[in-house]
């Protein structure tokens, strides 16, 4: 399966594999050797799993330009949350399309969150306000440094909007939507917008919606 994922991703123009990993030790010790954009992570591996991997290599600081996308069949609610604590940037399902593949390493190399369709915000949510057990903290700095726009366009993003949404919402255009989003990251030292969300529901700025009964 690796192979297959090597070949596909290689046979793009604007991508190159620079490693290869059969565990999960060995994949942070690769990411420590090239840098790359992006880790393409299992979840099930020997020795250390996907999990403790993501947060060893979103831990590091010399790493704070790779991002994680997680690619597993596991898509349970447990593990998204897991991940996305661990400071993974996406989530997709082995059963995603070739282009849905290309298109997620993209949107992860490019700063934002990607969730599968199968990761449902409600329920991911659901996870997000307690910390997953041996999960990497992530830093909150204080919403008290973001303007009052700052922190409705976080709010917004944190639902699960779309920039061309919280734009029609807030009645500005996406590239400011995107300009306050990049502030936000920035001032809360988040490495991405998937963890702009994580911090948007630990502080409260965004609370999960009730269970369904």
Do not use: W
């Not at 944190?158 to 502030?183: F, K, M, W, Y």
């Amino acid at each position: 399966m690796r192979a297959t994922f090597r070949t596909l991703l290689d046979s793009c123009d604007d991508m190159e594999v620079t490693g290869e990993a059969s565990d999960g030790n060995q994949a942070v010790e690769l990411a420590h050797a090239h840098h790359p954009d992006v880790v393409l992570m299992d979840i099930r591996m020997p020795g250390a799993d996907g999990l403790a991997a993501t947060a060893a290599i979103c831990a590091a600081p010399e790493l704070s330009a790779t991002r994680v996308l997680v690619l597993t069949t596991y898509e349970t609610d447990e593990y998204v949350a897991r991940a996305l604590h661990a400071g993974a940037s996406g989530y997709l399902g082995k059963d995603a399309t070739v282009d849905e593949l290309f298109t997620g390493v993209r949107t992860v190399a490019s700063g934002e969150a990607l969730l599968s369709p199968g990761a449902t915000r409600s329920l991911i949510t659901r996870f997000l306000t307690t910390r997953a057990p041996g999960a990497h903290p992530t830093a909150t700095g204080s919403l008290a440094h973001l303007t009052a726009r700052e922190r409705e366009v976080m709010a917004l993003a944190a639902e699960g909007l779309p920039n061309d949404e919280i734009a029609d919402i807030c009645a500005i255009s996406p590239l400011t939507v995107r300009t306050h989003i990049q502030r936000a990251m920035a001032k809360l030292k988040a490495r991405d917008r998937a963890q702009l969300v994580v911090i948007a529901y630990r502080t409260g700025l965004v609370r999960p919606p009730p269970p369904v009964p």
